[in-house]
């Protein structure tokens, strides 16, 4: 599968004292990316990075994502732009030199091979992991419920029996 947002970048030229790598998605790329996660629209994506290269070949990312996106409202159903802002780290690793760290507070370890990290796909999973799963529209209410008499879920049986 050929990630919908690509920026492959080899990970032996980021020296030790670090780089910055600024990413735009075209809008093409808007609209795979879009698709895929399942959002009615996405108008625009950039992410900036600070990568380090640590020992054993990994790497280390500081990244800040900004989005803006179409959500669709789970009360009204009415499609709301909104924005999506995040700040996140990371760790490249070559691949099968990852660490068995179940600490949900580590840092998220991605794999890669033939020495290429792909910062687009880095930043397209965080997105989707950063999607709000009940997106509200602002101003958005639950209507109200009907009041409905209380009724025993056992009334039926004491009529039935109340017949004996």
Excluded: Y
Excluded at 54 to 66: D, M, Y
């Amino acid at each position: 599968m050929k990630p919908e947002f690509s920026r492959p970048h080899r990970a032996d030229v980021i020296p030790r004292s670090g780089l910055t790598a600024e990413l735009s998605a075209t809008p093409e790329e808007c609209v795979a990316v879009a698709h895929r996660i399942g959002i009615p629209a996405l108008r625009s994506l950039v992410a900036k990075f600070r990568l380090h290269a640590i020992e054993g070949g990994a790497v280390v990312a500081s990244a800040t994502l900004s989005a803006r996106l179409v959500r669709e409202c789970v009360v009204s159903l009415e499609a709301f732009e909104t924005t999506q802002r995040e700040s996140f780290q990371l760790r490249f690793v070559p691949a099968g030199h990852e660490i068995d760290d179940l600490d949900p507070e580590s840092v998220d370890e991605i794999p890669f091979e033939d020495g290429v990290i792909d910062l687009g796909e880095a930043v397209v999973e965080q997105l989707a992991l950063d999607l709000d799963p009940f997106p509200r529209m602002a101003g958005a209410t639950m209507p109200e419920a009907p009041e409905t008499e209380s009724v025993s879920p056992f009334a039926a049986l004491a009529a039935l029996r109340a017949k004996r």
